[in-house]
């Protein structure tokens, strides 16, 4: 059976609900931002593999914020969808909300973006369907994707070459006002 050449967004959207319970917690009784980021790995690959039709691996993710702390007792949705694919990989935005089922107060708390690359059965990459962007919305975070990978390149490029050109000695006044000392 031939893979489809584009598949709609809607086609892969997925959303994981958990309940937050005792275990998940660390000692201050907040959810521990670890499960959290388990959790979302495990949405993005489920929304990544349903649009590529393969296994797909996680390769970055950026934007990782814990924006307001998960409760235990709460139930939390972790809302997928692809927002962007290239030849052989896909970004996948996810929405993170935590609801208090007695309360019914409902809060965003994460938002984060995977980028996944599909496998074929070789294990190499493989070519992923194109994306059929069904609404402005579809529209508007297909190009947030691109501008998005843009900086992310332009950030790695700059990043590299000031590490190759730093000179320590010359650098040492930015360590005035900071919470360190030399020991050296």
């Known amino acids: 059976m031939t893979e489809p050449a584009y598949r709609p967004v809607s086609y892969s959207r997925t959303t994981l609900t958990e309940l937050m319970i005792p ?18 790995d495990k949405v993005a690959y489920a929304c990544a593999a349903k ?10 993710v950026d934007g990782v914020n814990f924006l307001q702390p998960v409760e235990v007792q709460e139930l939390v949705s972790l809302m997928a969808s692809v927002n962007y694919v290239g030849n052989t990989s896909l970004m996948v935005g996810i929405k993170v909300i935590a609801e208090n089922v007695k309360t019914g107060l409902v809060k965003h ?15 190499k990459p493989t070519q992923v ?42 650098e040492l006044y930015r360590l005035q006002g900071e919470r360190c000392k030399l020991a050296y």
Do not use: W
Request: with cysteine; charged share 25%.
């Open 23 to 40: 275990s998940y917690a660390n000692f201050g009784g907040k959810i521990h931002g670890g499960i959290l980021l388990s959790l979302m």
């Open 51 to 60: 649009h590529a039709g393969n296994y797909c691996v996680t390769v970055t």
């Open 109 to 123: 708390t994460n938002t984060s973006y995977f980028t996944m690359v599909a496998k074929g059965e070789d294990d």
């Open 129 to 170: 369907p194109g994306l059929l962007l069904e609404s402005p919305d579809d529209t508007r975070r297909f190009l947030e994707a691109i501008k998005r990978r843009e900086l992310a390149q332009r950030y790695q490029t700059e990043f590299t070459e000031a590490k190759t050109t730093l000179a320590i000695e010359q």
